[in-house]
């Protein structure tokens, strides 16, 4: 039986039991049971189910591991942590990390006016808030305003300009003064994909010309004080251990400096985010070599090497690991819509009296497969079928003969993945990549996950149930946009395997895993397909509850949020429809009812054949 890499990514979040995938946490439920109450209420369409008690677990582990590092090294600066809202800013998610973190004082990270503005409201008094990215006068200012309310806030310049502005705003404010912190430029770089965070081209950060320039100017304007944190961030997934050891030396040895050139309120190095999450389903392409204790050991143990070499204290250690904290929380449903070979299905074959001889061939295959024969009988069937193409491109056989060719042969290649599965051979594996089978799913690849479509990141993907039975079905999955970058192609390298199903007797659901970091946000309404419905459920020791139930837009909300005026477009197919010719008037009235209720319908698709 498959077990889609669970071992490799699952991180006993989920198990697998009586063929069912189920959230390995108290009464247990299965993916399947939670998706079909929730679909009870005629929802269609994707859904993302939220699993609170996995960011709980993340914000435990993060805290725990560090808090045992630092004891275990003799540490004497303490541990702080942030989540970057860029990772998740959705309400449910937000309002769950800053419950969930109360009791450690998480705080939260923005990059934008509009985080800063969710952070100010949301962080309890006394957590930290950090503030990265480019700022103007307006978002310094804010800044000064989350100081005033009684904030721990820090406000990190990635350029001198920012700090003309803090100096600029400190004399003319009046307002309580933020600390400040500095991001510094490193010559050392990351790992995986998004390591461009770091290095001497990295987008932010100041080099150390800059560096002692703003001590200098901090000194001028007597706000040295204020200059309490360092900063760096690796970019995110970082893949390596080995490139963050490199960093660490690095921002360690300019915090020492900096402490020797009176920066006596300095006591912070913030090592930004980075910690991975494990997206891949098969071995030959894990995404990281280490475990989040090695990651707390080798930041603690560093800094203190470091610290010590140098005789200087031990500096507090912030982190804006968010990827790690809610990738897990959040599970993509899509409904399977089609099966794109069911289009021919046996009960399809109209064959006539006297059938060209190579369809007679394929017949003949079709009936006397065997295990032993499977493979050879496939070849030839696939040989026959180009023949036959050829045959009809020429003209001497018709369209039905054509369709009960593919037919035919559609059928041969089914029987010998059967017939097979309990000897998979090399070649049936090879065979796969061309006869993948299509299954078409209610979901956006665009909108549900963008790193797939924008950078080729995998994520974790297994049916709901049917786990104990034998999927042999080489699956590309196709999403319902108008777009063939669409597509989750199957590799032969990272195959994924889905069962062969009569979606016109029974449902079929395909779970993405580790999409709660950054898909949500940077999901695109191509097509106008909007964020997908979503829930949460809170799992106790007998069953569960669904909370936070929002659907999905409705077709004129989505127009009206790209800025049409809803109720216009409305009256407008209204009057169109209502002017046209009807048998009769209760046909009017109904079609009329119709058109408005499938406006109010969330956009995704409801009926399919
Ligand atoms: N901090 C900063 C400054 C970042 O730019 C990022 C993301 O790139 C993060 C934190 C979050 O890092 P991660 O995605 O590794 O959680």
């Keep these: 039986m498959k077990t889609y890499g669970i071992d490799i990514w699952g991180e ?19 993916l399947l049971e939670i998706t079909q109450q929730v679909r009870k209420t005629n929802l269609r369409g994707p859904l993302i189910l939220r699993f609170p008690h996995l960011i709980s677990k993340q914000i435990d582990a993060l805290y725990s591991n560090f808090r045992r590092a630092i004891f275990e090294n003799d540490y004497t600066g303490k541990f702080h942590a942030v989540f970057p809202l860029k990772v998740n800013q959705f309400p449910e998610a937000v309002d769950a990390i800053v419950e969930l973190g109360e009791k450690y004082s998480y705080g939260l990270e923005a990059g934008s006016k509009a985080e800063l503005a969710l952070a100010m409201a949301k962080t309890a008094i006394g957590a930290p808030i950090t503030v990265n990215g480019f700022k103007d006068e307006e978002m310094v200012t804010l800044g000064f305003m989350a100081a005033q309310m009684g904030h721990n806030i820090t406000i990190t310049i990635e350029g001198l300009g920012e700090l003309e502005w803090i100096i600029d705003v400190a004399q003319s404010c009046g307002l309580k003064v933020p600390n400040i912190g500095i991001r510094v430029r490193l010559q050392s770089e990351g790992s995986g994909i998004w390591a461009k965070s770091s290095g001497m081209s990295a987008k932010f950060g100041l080099t150390s010309t800059e560096l002692i320039e703003a001590m200098l100017m901090l000194q001028e304007n007597n706000m040295l004080e204020h200059f309490s944190m360092i900063h760096f961030h690796i970019g995110s997934q970082m893949q390596d251990i080995a490139p963050l050891k490199r960093v660490l030396r690095e921002a360690g040895n300019i915090y020492a400096e900096l402490k020797k050139m009176g920066a006596d309120n300095l006591k912070a190095i913030n090592i930004g985010g980075g910690l991975a999450v494990e997206y891949s389903q098969h071995t030959s392409t894990r995404m990281r070599n280490y475990t989040l204790e090695e990651f707390s050991n080798s930041v603690v143990f560093l800094l203190r090497e470091i610290m010590n070499a140098k005789g200087v204290a031990h500096p507090d250690i912030f982190t804006e690991s968010g990827r790690f904290i809610v990738a897990s929380h959040s599970v993509l449903i899509a409904p399977v819509l089609e099966l794109f070979s069911h ?29 032993r024969t499977c493979i050879e009988y496939m070849h030839d069937a696939l040989d026959h079928m180009e023949s036959l193409l050829t045959l009809f491109n020429l003209g001497h056989i018709d369209l039905q003969d054509r369709s009960n060719a593919e037919i035919l042969v559609h059928q041969i290649i089914k029987k010998s993945l059967y017939l097979s599965q309990d000897n998979p051979m090399p070649e049936i594996e090879r065979l796969q990549v061309k006869l993948q089978e299509r299954y078409l799913i209610n979901t956006s690849i665009f909108q549900s996950i963008p790193d797939y479509w924008g950078l080729q990141q995998q994520f974790p993907i297994m049916p709901l149930d049917r786990l104990d039975i034998p999927a042999i079905r080489a699956a590309s999955l196709w999403d319902i946009t108008c777009d063939s970058d669409g597509e989750i192609r199957f590799k032969a390298e990272t195959p994924l395997y889905l069962h062969d199903i009569d979606l016109d007797e029974e449902e079929y659901f395909l779970a993405f895993f580790n999409v709660g970091a950054y898909q949500e946000t940077l999901g695109m309404n191509h097509n106008l397909f909007t964020h997908p419905s979503e829930c949460t459920i809170i799992i106790n020791d007998t069953g569960y509850e669904i909370e936070n139930f929002t659907e999905s837009d409705n077709v004129l909300n989505i127009l009206e949020d790209i800025g049409y005026d809803a109720s216009k477009l409305l009256t407008n197919l209204k009057n169109k429809l209502a002017s046209s010719d009807f048998r009769t008037e209760e046909e009017k009235s109904d079609t009329l009812q119709k058109l408005e209720m499938y406006l109010y319908q969330n956009g995704y698709l409801r009926t399919t054949r």
């Design 12 to 30: 006993n979040n989920f198990m697998i039991d009586q063929g069912k995938i189920k959230v390995n946490y108290k009464s247990s439920p299965s």
């Design 343 to 371: 289009d021919y299905q046996a009960k399809s074959l109209k064959l006539k009296e006297n059938n060209p001889p190579l369809i007679e061939e394929l017949r003949e295959l079709n009936s006397l497969l065997s295990p």
